[in-house]
């Protein structure tokens, strides 16, 4: 049978041909393998930092449906010890670190779309440059060492503060914005900061969620920069103590968490329960802005 006589035979709704049964099936089983393939290791580690002691132990490390829940090993590092303080670094850089980061995105973005001003082409040229070319890691290092960053959160903010990629989509959503409503501010007697602050930024909120989401997961999950700067562990974000905990397989100890190391949980619930909480906060945010991501991605990257 030809490929038209395969068409014909499948139903056409408003010109459209419509898949047959098998396809629907064959559909419906890849996705399910692939949401399958996402959820079961989530659901696995939850269940491990929630089982009880004596489950984990007979699971061999991972549970995958506990029949009792115990929260020790949440209580456990929230006591007030090294987790304790990593977790509101973390909270701290990210935060800081999102609001500077926007900050700096939304006016050179908008400055850049700016036709005609001063310095508006080389600026560009260099922001597009960057795109193409990394310091690397040895010239970042010794710009980070010569502005006295070094063992301080503020090396995990400044030196990644402002990303190319971000501002350029928020420099094409600026500039796709209706230059009528521009030119009716400035007759009413606007200035460019109020063409910024109260027709830029609100006509903008889709891009700038977006780009703001995309900063605020990079900071939270960043810790390759605080392995380089930091060596006050103190000032250790949460990902750099997971990564030791869990990647390195380093022990979590009793005197880590500030604890008595008779009730100190199991080592694989300690460390399910680190992985929960690095990861919790990024479910939470993503849902309120998922809505913002086709318009603030598509209609800033189509035009430039």
């Not at 393998?33 to 290791?41: G, Q, T």
């Not at 027709?199 to 380089?228: C, D, Q, R």
């Amino acid at each position: 049978m030809t490929e038209l006589a395969r068409r014909r035979t499948r139903p056409v709704v408003d010109g459209v041909v419509r898949p047959g049964p098998t396809e629907n099936v064959v559909k419906a089983v890849v996705l399910t393998v692939a949401c399958a393939l996402v959820i079961l290791p989530f659901v696995g580690i939850l269940s491990t930092s929630i089982a009880t002691p004596e489950q984990v132990t007979e699971a061999g490390g991972f549970v995958l449906f506990p029949h009792g829940i115990d929260l020790d090993a949440y209580r456990t590092i929230f006591a007030g010890g090294v987790v304790t303080q990593a977790l509101w670094v973390s909270i701290f850089v990210t935060a800081v670190g999102t609001v500077v980061s926007m900050l700096l995105t939304a006016t050179l973005g908008w400055a850049l779309s700016r036709r005609g001003t001063f310095g508006n082409r080389p600026l560009l040229l260099l922001v597009l440059i960057s795109l193409l070319f990394s310091p690397g890691l040895i010239p970042s290092y010794l710009v980070v060492q010569r502005l006295g960053l070094l063992d301080s959160l503020w090396a995990l903010i400044i030196p990644t503060s402002v990303s190319a990629f971000n501002v350029v989509v928020v420099r094409s959503f600026f500039v796709q914005l209706p230059g009528e409503i521009m030119d009716a501010a400035r007759i009413d007697g606007a200035s460019e900061w109020q063409l910024f602050t109260r027709i830029g930024l609100p006509l903008s909120k889709p891009v700038l969620a977006v780009v703001g989401l995309f900063y605020g997961v990079g900071y939270w999950n960043a810790f390759f920069n605080a392995l380089i700067y930091l060596s006050d562990q103190s000032k250790w974000p949460l990902q750099l103590v997971l990564r030791t905990y869990v990647v390195d397989g380093t022990q979590v100890g009793a005197q880590d968490l500030g604890i008595d190391p008779a009730s100190l949980p199991p080592q694989t619930s300690l460390q399910m329960a680190i992985l929960v909480v690095s990861i919790i906060p990024v479910l939470i945010v993503y849902p309120f802005l998922q809505r913002h991501f086709a318009k603030g991605m598509l209609t800033g990257a189509v035009k430039g």
